[in-house]
């Protein structure tokens, strides 16, 4: 009987493990931060990119039903395929209200991107080093954080925003 | 038309490996004791129409036939000649036709000499190893197929990826498929030695020769795998528990515990079940590392192009095997008797098995388990170095103290006596490592413990050969050899981790960084044009302070238009002393280059270690030849 | 004045061993991070952009005073455990590391059976 009982757990292991190796399969196995959805962003303060005495902080935040807080760069070209989305989301300014952030660039050269483009942002912070941007999780340019008026992360888009996340959007601030 | 020539011959070799397993069963049921002529045939026949199925592929490389698609995908009509060849195995469709290729060879080699031993047994191993070149068979013409056509015909292959034209990692592979593959062999074995009744001193005689075989072109495999990591890769390592790197680790640490157990199965006709278990899981081990490997399951450095179609075919495959082997060895299996004194040779060597069980368990956890959470709970982690480092670092002393005891005991029973005069060593060993700490520097606790075990391997090993040589035996000397390179590397290591100088920092061209140690001037930057790219050269010049030694080195970032991509190569001065390296990269959208230099001393011996131990298997591979 | 100098050579050499130390930590901390935009490469041997910015982002934290499991913690809570290489303590994570010593634990017991029987049967 002893010999019997080892037989099955084996058996029943290799099942189990061959199992998994199969569901594993159906895995997407590059990572995005996308588990992060449901946590807080936590304290922060974002210097103004035209003038560094004005700041923003965490606080004010919680004063908007919703914030989408954008990072993108004058020399980042997928930056210039969103921006149409979020002037359109920017016209929406009684549920939702967009925060830009700067990264890694130059104070001029961002502010010649807004005036040809457009600008969507009722706040834009600057982030010369980056620093800023690791501290709301971003590892691309551009990424974008939606969050409520309690700053829970409800959505994370890594990379352009395109009309289907565009619409989700939408939903999600109704 | 090569394509049709190849699939031809690939199907030919599919029809003979039917013919060859009908024919076996057939034969099994006569009463004559020898293996009939016909069986002969069809493997001969066999082995030839497959290496002529890879020199087609081969000649599709050389002659840049882009008519198949592998050859399009994977080669240029520029690439050089030994890349164009390199370019065959270099890639899964013709990696998998390597494999049957080795799978065939050894299933032929093994039929012809073992011609002394029982005919059942060899009808048996001839049955199941062509049974795994049939499922291979299958996957290549299914799914992985290297002749397939593509029409219209490309003017231009794809293939001209320079990271992967260098000589080193050209013969990884196939040195690693020696391994791999060649462990199917022992695999079959077992299984026939299984149902053919066929165990104990005959069994262990039949393998030992493949197992070695396969365990000294797995060890060099890995090792050439190190040293291409560390001059082409640009990051001053050799081993970085990757996935892939602990794929072809899995089935080393099955492999020397069977090449240690059969020692015994040899000498005193015990442990056959172990040494079954063991035969079955190195093959299972290398393909289950080729299913993480090929299936996309898992993100590399290394992984090729990955498809999960491929991953499903392996998994089928994988499973079939694993419930085979379980299947024959549960009902074959017989409860045996054991009778090992503890101060035996047979104790230490299952001591060793112990341990190989224990790391191989240890990785093997590591690949697998972010796997496993992830499908059963969705979470992500990492399972990188320190993990590795941390688990089985420790348990590293006392296995070398073990390994250069061990074989001081003799067989059945041991006195007294030599295990005492065995410890003796210690004391040299702990004298010299109070030397190193007291002059050069200190360490942790267990880095003291790491050298004065790997020190006291390496002097009883010297004592070893010392009295061997005196003796005039040299039956002993490969297994002290193979001993004293691992006693050898694993000091080398600890005193490359323990006393490495690393910086990691931002410059700009005319800029000077010093550190304790070192004064690096980044003089200048020149921009070369080579043949198929543009070397952005960084001229460097290093002043040793303690030793006011002045050194030049020139990283480089090439930039290749075909394909587009970007490499950085380091600049690396190899002496018998240290090695120099530095690797630069340009910092986007600044003026700055981020600088990583390392002073890594005795780095050379640790390849020189390494090497020693691979010597060590191929000498007794020689030196059992001549025996007979 | 001799013990002066004995005591100031010492504090020293323990300054300059705590500043190669300071640095060792550094990259330390450098080589457990992972680079998220990556195949499967360090903080310390990536050559991206990402990696560059979290040196800058770990400097300043060391600077802070801030603990290598602080720096972690941290991290972690922006980006997830996949970010560090070695795996957290945790109780997720409790299988992972106790297995591999439990398999050890079992086969030493094994072994220990095996001669602990052929000394019983050797006594018979």
Redo the contacts between chains.
Sequence with gaps: MKINISKIIIFSFVIFSLFVFWQGLKKNNSYDTKNLIGSKISSFKLSEINNNEQYISQEKLKQNKYTLINFFASWCAPCRIEHKYLLSLSRESKKIKIIGVNFKDKKNNAINFLEELGNPYYFVGEDLDGKASISFGIYGIPESILVDNELTIIKKIVGPIDQSQYEEILKLIK | MLSNIGIGLVTLVLVLSFLTIYTATLDLKTSSQTIKKSIYKLSLFQTTFTILSFLTLIIGFLNSDFSLVNVYENSHSEKPFFYKIAGTWGNHEGSLLLWINILVIFSYLFLVFNHTHDKKFRLYTLIFQNTLILGFLFFLLSNSNPFSPIYPIPLEGLGLNPILQDPALAIHPPLLYVGFVGCSIYFSAAMASLLSNYGGKLFAQSIKTWVKISWCFQTLGIIVGSIWAYYELGWGGFWFWDPVENASLLPWFAITALMHSLIVLEKRNTLYHWVVILCLSTFILSVIGTFLVRSGILNSVHTFASDPSRGVYILIFLSLMIFSALTIFFTKHKKEKYNFNLKSKETFILANNWFMAFFLVTVLIGILYPIFLDVLTNMKISVGPPFFNIVIIPLVVPFMFLMAIGPKFSWIKSQNKISYKSIFPIFGAIGINLFIFYFFGEYSLLSNLIFITAIFLILHSFLDIKKNISKKNIYQLPRIISHLGFGLLVFFIGINHQFSLEEDFNLKVGEIKKTDNYEINFQDIKIKERKNYKAIVGNFELTNLKKNLVEYLEPEIRIYSNPETLTYEAAIKTKITSDLYLTMSNVSRSDYYNIKFQNKPFMVWIWISALMITFGGFMQLSLKKNED | MKIKKIIFIIYFSFS??Q??EN??E??EI???L?C??C????I??S?S??A??????VQ?LLEEEKTKDEIYAF?I????????????FSK??L???I???F??IV??LI?FL??R???N??AN
């Excluded at chain 3, 195949?39 to 360090?42: E, I, K, L, R, T």
């Excluded at chain 3, 560059?52 to 982002?57: D, E, G, H, I, R």
């Excluded at chain 3, 809570?77 to 957290?88: A, F, H, L, N």
């Design positions: 300059l061993l500043a190669s640095k060792s550094l990259l450098y080589k457990n992972r998220l935009v195949q499967g490469q360090s310390a041997d050559n952009d990402f560059a910015t979290v040196k800058l982002v300043d991290l809570s922006k980006y997830g455990e996949w970010i560090v290489y070695q795996p957290t997720s994570n299988l992972l590391w297995l591999p010593y398999i050890f086969g030493g072994i095996i001669t029987k052929s000394k049967n050797k």
